[in-house]
Nanobody, 115 residues
Framework: QARLAESGGGLVQPGGSLRLSCSDP????????MGWYRQAPGKQRELVAS???????TYAGSAKGRFTISRDNAKNTVYLQMNDLKPEDTAVYYC?????????WGPGTQVTVSS
């Protein structure tokens, strides 16, 4: 059973930074690809960034150069460092993890970029 939990969302001014975290500390399973997705009001959920167990990242175009994804396999945790945030980054951010036996989502964390 997977239990992902995100943290680190909040309200930030344009140009500011936030660091999101997502973990499943109680799991006994290896987690393969971990990723961050976001969904803005009225829009479809979209990939922001993902990272393999070996540490190879993939970024959406909107995230390149501003966001950095990383992970700590020992803690079953994935991070998303977001810099130079823009109002269009406002969305609910969801963590996703592939456990091999299934693909699971966290409940989401709200990120609001506004002055």
């Amino acid at each position: 059973q997977a239990r992902l939990a995100e943290s680190g969302g909040g309200l930030v001014q344009p140009g500011g930074s936030l660091r999101l975290s997502c973990s499943d500390p109680g799991t006994i399973y290896n987690i393969y690809v971990m990723g961050w997705y976001r969904q803005a009001p009225g829009k479809q959920r979209e990939l922001v960034a993902s990272i393999t167990r070996g540490g190879d990242p993939t970024y959406a175009g909107s995230a390149k150069g501003r966001f950095t994804i990383s992970r700590d396999n020992a803690k079953n945790t994935v991070y998303l460092q977001m810099n130079d945030l823009k109002p269009e980054d406002t969305a609910v951010y969801y963590c996703n993890a592939d456990y091999g036996f299934g693909n699971y989502w966290g409940p989401g964390t709200q990120v609001t970029v506004s002055s």
